[in-house]
């Protein structure tokens, strides 16, 4: 059965940083692609950055550019977003999400496969 979770969430100063791990169980990771979603409360879903099963291409949302690394470690089965100079609206609820779909660069923030989620907090 395919399942991920998050870890790695946190309550940080802005300015601070987290780093975000999404293990899969269940499939091995380097054959899917792997989005980062967040949630704040009362929003939309809105993707952060995502890693392609084809490539390894990468997205970023502009909002995080220069800030945010996504990478994985297939040996670990884990994909990592590393979170820099972090600011107040960073804050939210994280979650991975999978698709493995041909060619594809970031899943769905619906899709059934997605974490739980992990929660980011930024605040002095």
């Known amino acids: 059965q395919l399942q991920l979770v998050e870890s790695g969430g946190g309550s940080v100063q802005p300015g601070g940083s987290l780093r975000l791990s999404c293990a899969a169980s269940?499939?091995?990771?380097?054959?899917?692609?792997i989005g980062w979603f967040r949630q704040a409360p009362g929003k939309e879903p809105e993707g952060v950055s995502c890693?392609?099963?084809?490539?390894?291409?990468?997205y970023y949302a502009d909002s995080v550019k220069g800030r945010f690394t996504i990478s994985r470690d297939n040996a670990k089965n884990t994909v990592y977003l590393q979170m820099r100079s972090l600011k107040p609206e960073d804050a939210g609820d994280y979650y991975c999400a999978a698709d493995d779909g041909n060619s594809v660069v970031c899943p769905a923030a619906d899709s059934d496969s997605r974490g739980q989620g992990t929660q980011v907090t930024v605040s002095s």
């Open positions: 890693i392609s099963n084809y490539k390894d291409l990468t």
């Open positions: 269940g499939f091995s990771l380097d054959d899917y692609a």
